[in-house]
């Protein structure tokens, strides 16, 4: 149990265009989901978080209007890199989170970017 | 604000050696995790360490915490070449809003022949 899937896996896109990652709990209602950013050799950095039905919450220094996120159900979770630049790749990362498991959170396999 | 460190950010380990790695945290948390991450792949979820003085063992890794010290530790027993790779810590934000997880940098384990 506690599946998350993310698609696409892997990504190429050219510089100035959107790409758009869903993150959705295959088995059970994640009521929230978490989006990480990963650079090479570094460890993961939370970007935002989102809640069923709300806005998400970004942490401080992550662009809200570049990283547009959506959580418009119980089971997915789409974020979209908007006008993508090459400082933009990266590998991203969610995580979800079941109504009765306040801590546990279940990470997806992770969205591979890449701008050119 | 609660902070992660993990030491060492880098080892190398001969198989059949043994070794720990550290992770101490800055604020009060009695929930800790520990991750393995492959190079290119997503996290691994290793142990769930819910309280002071748990110990969990899988294989050759055992993993423990000590909320008291702030410290949790991460034993590898007689390494072999398939424990390479990086593994994180990861520690319950309780001043977050949201149950945030709070990562260390990673420690990337090596080990040769």
């Known amino acids: 149990g506690a599946v998350v899937s993310q698609h696409p896996s892997r990504v190429i896109c050219k510089s100035g265009t959107s790409v758009k990652i869903e993150c959705r709990s295959l088995?059970?209602?994640?009521?929230?989901m978490f989006w990480y950013r990963q650079f090479p050799k570094k460890s993961l950095m939370l970007m935002a978080t989102s809640n069923e039905g709300s806005k998400a919450t970004y942490e401080q220094g992550v662009e809200k209007d570049k990283f547009l996120i959506n959580h418009a159900s119980l089971t997915l979770s789409t974020l979209t890199v908007t006008s993508a630049h090459p400082e933009d790749s990266s590998f991203y990362i969610c995580s979800a989170r079941a109504r009765d498991s306040y801590y546990e959170q279940y990470f997806g396999p992770g969205t591979r970017l890449t701008v050119t | 604000e609660l902070k992660v460190e993990q030491n060492p950010l880098f080892l190398s380990m001969q198989e059949g050696k043994n070794y720990t790695i550290y992770c101490n945290y800055s604020?009060?948390?009695?929930?800790l995790y520990w991750y393995r991450q492959d190079p290119g792949k997503s996290l691994e979820s290793l142990f769930v360490l819910l309280s002071n003085g748990a110990v969990k063992q899988e294989g050759r890794l055992m993993a423990s915490l000590d909320t008291k010290a702030r410290l949790s530790t991460l034993h590898i027993t007689a390494a072999v070449h398939d424990l390479s790779a990086t593994y994180f810590c990861a520690v319950a934000d309780y001043g977050g809003s949201q149950g945030n997880l709070i990562f260390g940098k990673g420690t990337k384990l090596s080990v040769k022949p």
């Open positions: 088995d059970f209602q994640a009521t929230t």
């Open positions: 604020t009060t948390s009695d929930r």
